[in-house]
């Protein structure tokens, strides 16, 4: 733990230090400043806009209180949905609006992320009101280990994470739920796996499922009748979240998993992959299932494609064209990508998603959301 970011702090006239924990690689905060009760929500908005980060002490319910008065008061400052702009200030396109969301997105979490906890070695938390996040922390860090300081507002996240961990999430596809991990990518839009359950099989002895995370894909093509399917993926958290679900299933002994960054050895006659669809930078590694700088995993499953095709096999290209409407990528770079490759299209199945956010008109990003298409694009070696 030697190399682990450490947090110094004041307290009572004496200094101390802590490991810092952030799941986004934030930096310890450098000014830290002991607050509890009697610190109100303007107080604390001002320090943390300031960037002076506030180490509760206080009810941990009072906490959960100012958490939320901070939000509030980062809303107001904000300008929300198209028609509340001003000519003046209204974005000139969906582009613009998209990084001027993802700015406000990033100070939002900047502020919020200020008001922190001190968390001691068995995960408890000492403060009045404080619940237990014991479950929730070693499933997320492991078993406990020594004090550390983190955000509130990741420390809610865990506990979130442990929740949906332990309800799952239902996916029609499958007829079955999937229990995502802490950092993993959870399968909550279902439209692209009802393509996958619909698309027709190119064989049924081999595939590959570029990506796995949650192993839903690696999941819905056993159930579909594959004999074996190669599913890979380079971070371990999503490799241990693909094995539990697929051991809770009954499938594991169908699947093999490898931690890989793309491609297993060999050739299959169907490689699927879904990869991350907006090229942008993300801010947090669980952002790294929605956001591909650059488009790098896209463009690196294209490149390998043909080399990993059995002779009459198909790669399935799973990816919404949302980057499209927001100008980040262009339909024909794609086709180009395509081509570059060595590959032909030889059929897409497209279909609309239908989460609540493609009717939110307050959503900065509605217009591109309400145009968005998911698709399944068929490639074939030209």
Same mark, same amino acid.
């Given at each position: 733990? #030697? ?5 110094r ?5 004496t ?19 002991v ?6 929500a303007?107080? @604390?908005?001002?320090?943390?806009c300031?960037?002076?980060a506030? !180490?509760?002490?206080?009810d %941990?319910?009072?906490?959960r209180?100012l ?9 107001r400052? $904000? ?6 702009a001003?000519?003046?200030?209204a974005?000139?396109s ?5 990084h001027?969301?993802?700015? @406000? ?9 200020m008001l922190?906890?001190? =968390?001691d070695?068995? +995960? ?8 237990? *996040? #014991?479950?929730?922390?070693?499933e ?9 300081? =983190? ?11 442990h929740?949906? /961990?332990?309800?799952?999430v239902n996916?029609?596809?499958l007829?079955?739920? &999937?229990?995502?991990h +802490?950092? =993993?990518?959870?399968? !909550?839009?279902?439209e +692209?796996?009802?393509?996958l @359950? ?9 595939? *590959?499922? &570029?990506?796995?995370? #949650?192993?839903?894909?690696?999941a !819905?093509?056993?159930k579909?009748?594959?004999a074996?399917?190669v599913a ?12 539990e ?13 490898? $931690? ?5 050895e060999?050739?299959a ?11 942008a930078k ?5 952002? +790294?299932a929605? %956001?591909d ?8 499953f !294209? ?6 095709l ?10 919404s064209?949302l @980057?499209e ?6 339909r024909?770079?794609?086709l180009?990508? &395509? ?5 032909e ?6 279909? /609309?998603?239908s989460h609540?956010k493609?009717r ?9 959301r ?11 070696a030209a």
């Open positions: 733990m #030697s190399d682990a970011p450490m947090i702090w004041s307290e009572d006239g200094d101390h230090t802590a490991l810092w924990r952030s799941e986004a690689g934030l930096p310890p905060p450098k000014r830290v400043l607050a509890d009760d009697t610190l109100n303007d107080q @604390a908005y001002r320090l943390a300031e960037g002076t506030l !180490l509760w002490r206080g %941990f319910h009072n906490g209180q958490l939320q008065a901070l939000a509030r008061r980062i809303e400052k $904000q300008p929300k949905g198209k028609g509340k001003s000519k003046d200030t974005p000139a969906l582009t613009q609006a998209f001027l969301h993802r700015q @406000a997105q990033g100070q939002r979490a900047r502020i919020l992320a922190l906890i001190a =968390v070695a068995d +995960y408890r938390v000492n403060l009045r009101r404080a619940p237990d *996040f #014991s479950a929730a922390c070693t997320a860090y492991g078993p406990a280990g020594e004090p550390f300081v =983190v955000s509130l507002r990741e420390l809610q996240a865990l506990v979130g994470a929740e949906w /961990r332990k309800k799952g996916i029609p596809a007829g079955a739920t &999937i229990h995502p +802490y950092g =993993v990518f959870s399968p !909550l839009r279902g +692209y796996l009802e393509l @359950a619909q698309a027709p099989l190119p064989a049924s002895d081999l595939a *590959f499922d &570029i990506g796995t995370g #949650s192993g839903v894909i690696a !819905l093509l056993t579909r009748g594959l074996k399917v890979t993926d380079l971070d371990p958290r999503a490799l241990a979240c693909a094995r679900n697929l051991e809770r299933l009954g499938l594991a002994a169908r699947v093999e998993l490898q $931690q890989r960054d793309l491609f297993p060999g050739r006659p169907l490689v699927v992959c879904n990869p991350p669809w907006v090229p993300p801010s947090s590694p669980i952002e +790294y929605v %956001f700088p650059d488009s790098r995993m896209l463009r690196g !294209l490149a390998g494609l043909k080399d990993h059995a002779p009459g096999g198909e790669g399935w290209l799973i990816i064209d @980057a409407h927001l100008g980040l990528r262009s024909q770079q794609l180009d990508w &395509i081509a570059a490759a060595g590959l299209v030889a059929a897409r199945h497209d279909i /609309r998603p609540g493609t939110d008109a307050d959503d900065p990003l509605h217009a591109a309400a145009a968005e298409v998911t698709s399944l694009w068929r490639l074939r």
